[in-house]
DNA sequence: GATGAATGAGGCTTCATTCAT
DNA sequence: GATGAATGAAGCCTCATTCAT
């Protein structure tokens, strides 16, 4: 499938992917990567409550102009596929986002809650709420997205 | 896979399901009936603050309890492979705690914000935790559980 | 499915039968007797032409009463599924007729070819007929099965 | 089967067929085209008798020349199989053969019986003869083919 | 004698991967 | 470097048959 929506010959994918396992990752890598660095683009020196609105918000507008990299990524976030150079990009992309809350932490700003944990459950509702909307449990609007974004500020901030 | 750890003949397995696919739902209905019932069974007559607490608290106990129940249940909640009776299911569970939710929200004990966008920022936060943990990003321990749980009610809570 | 239509479980057709192979045959045999004795029957003390008129006019009316059992029988006629059983009640079946039509050839009333060969056209011909109708490539009327009947006969009288 | 006989792989004989249907189909049109075709070529500006008994003996050369196709062909001459496509070959086949027979109807060269049932009445019979053969219940011969075909023309000649 | 759950060989099909061109 | 036909292991499923009850 990819080889032909790509227009070239089957075999000439393995030219450039060792294998399919190797190109699914390399895929998760470039748009893990794409999501990360538009996050972080984002931000700046704004106040924390801004730049949590551009953070949450952020989200939303990619999510909004790639559903499908977002839907990509949330059906391979689960361990059993992700290589050793996809988790360290994993990590190497929370790095600045979590350096910035435990700043916050010291500054009082956030909760006095390891930022690993605040940043799970801040990226967890996001995504719970787009997987609703998949199921077409919820349909997320802008007062939505403003909404939740109140609540998930107020979850983290002290 | 299936008949062999259930040590018996690959046929026999069709005698109880039709497909593959009608076990996978099945599976999914009887653990997410479990889930939700094991949820629905620790309500009663408390106060909110306390409701809450138990309901996070049971997903994590559940969590402990059976493991790979709930990965099964996140790794197939992707709608494509789930049927009628599967999603119905789903609602089902679901209802009974809107109702609740929106109750407290008539008595202004949570924000005003749609019932289903809040109950999306809880599971699905209480999920990024689980999630961080398998990707060994975190632990969650007693202490995590606490902290994470007082931060959601903040999210919710008016 | 044919215990079920039995109405009995699907080992107790194993009391009666020791093989779908077995049962097939014994089904092709009572068929084949069926058709076989009800031809048979319609033999008497007639003139040639009336005989083959009552034989030609019964393979219709055995057709019209039981299309599924010539349907049957038609399905099966290859020799791969038949036992030697099935084949000898075959032969039995067509001794008498071939008793008669080389009685009809010593009276100079049919062609001077080898009786094997005329009850193989008049057979064949009328299965021909059948099978055109059950690919609805024609419909089977009285008018058509008169006309092919004087047919038929021409074709093996003197 | 056919990869192996074809000493292909397995997933090869998918690249040519999409199902084992289609590739029963094909080959029903294949060979059914060729009857067809053959037969067709026989054709010409012959008398009448002549036609007939170039079409007769084709069919005979047919069959001893591809013994596996004419029982392969009526193997599958069952509906259930045969799709679409199949049929329309059939019918195909079959249309140059009614008109010629439909034109000797207004020459008064055959009998005033349907053109249809003439010609299911000729194939029926050879089938019948070749499925007689197949039996062991006769063998067909120069002789005898040159009889059934004497036979067969009285059958359908005016 | 009847049952029907259990069986497992075998059938059809897919798809990630290879390799000769 | 590109191709795409070929591959075959493995997956899902059926069904004729067995056997403990």
Redesign the pocket.
Known sequence: ?V?ERA??????????FE???ALVNALYRKWKQALGGYLFSLLGDFPPRELFHRYWQGMGEFSRRYPKAMAFLELHHHGDYLDDESRAVERRILEPIKALVDRWQEQQIVKNVPSELLMALVYGSFVGLLRASWLTLLHVDQAALDATEACMWEAIRR
């Open positions: 499938l080889a227009r070239v010959g089957a075999g000439t994918v393995y030219r450039y294998s399919k396992e």
